[in-house]
DNA sequence: AGCTTTGCGCAAGATTGTTGCGCTGATATT
DNA sequence: AATATCAGCGCAACAATCTTGCGCAAAGCT
């Protein structure tokens, strides 16, 4: 991992559909061993995959909800219950156990308000031994995810 | 926008490294035509681009934090200058304005609590007009960032 | 029915990814 | 100091993939 490694992941964390060819002539590099850089990175895991990235708004999620819930009791078994159900919800995409007040912090995604009210009943309701929750709306993004830093 | 649009972003979002006509013929689709409707998507902005997915954990990224931040006042500038310095700093991977307590949420990771000791005090405590802050520790991920429902 | 539009598959050509080979420079070994 | 070893590079050929023009067929419209 040294400094072209890194200059490599902070390109391919912006954009990994350029040609191979273009990124190593940018580094002064040759195609083949800019290439072998990238698969070695492949295979110590440290790219662990390729994704598109879509547009929240054009897809018509207008809301964006951080759901801080707190479970009724610290049973392994409530734990448990609780993670395997929001493993198998569609609407959660992202959920940590985390410190502080609330056990979990959600993050949910909604098309408008009567599409949240129904995540509300339909998903968040549904989930086992939920004692309390707290929503937050997001309701202007000031800086998106654009990757790890690789100073 | 029809089910076979939505299949090819469903499978994009996972992974955007395969072969054109391996997810064509996996979707009973000839390559041009999938290919076709993948550039389709991309022109409309629905796929924004594509990136690497890290592995935060190899990139040795221990902790992941939430921080919630309030301002001292709610003026038109206090609020402009806080945003340009949250954009400016490397160490904040993400942030939204927010309802709730807090004005602003924050996502940020380190190396471990050196690290966020160096990040609280050079970064996030640099912030301008910063009234207080909260700050939350994942312990565990529940569920990963793998992209938005697309039904 | 006739016309237009949309989306498809095929196939050729252009681009990009992949790999063997030989070279060089750095480091270790005698 | 001389030699051996190794990691990483560039070149060039080859393979895989992307890209596009073309003709066709189904669906919508007048």
Redesign the pocket.
Known sequence: M?S?DTRILHALQRDS????????NEL?????????????LEASGIIAGYSARLSRRKMGFNLLVFVEITLRSQERSVLDGFEAAVRAAPDILECHLTSGQADYTLRVVARDMDDYDRIHRDCLAALPDVSSMHTTFALRPIKFWQGYPVR
């Open positions: 040294d072209i559909s350029r040609p191979v060819a273009d990124l190593a002064g590099l040759s195609a083949s061993a800019c290439h072998r850089r990238i698969k070695s």
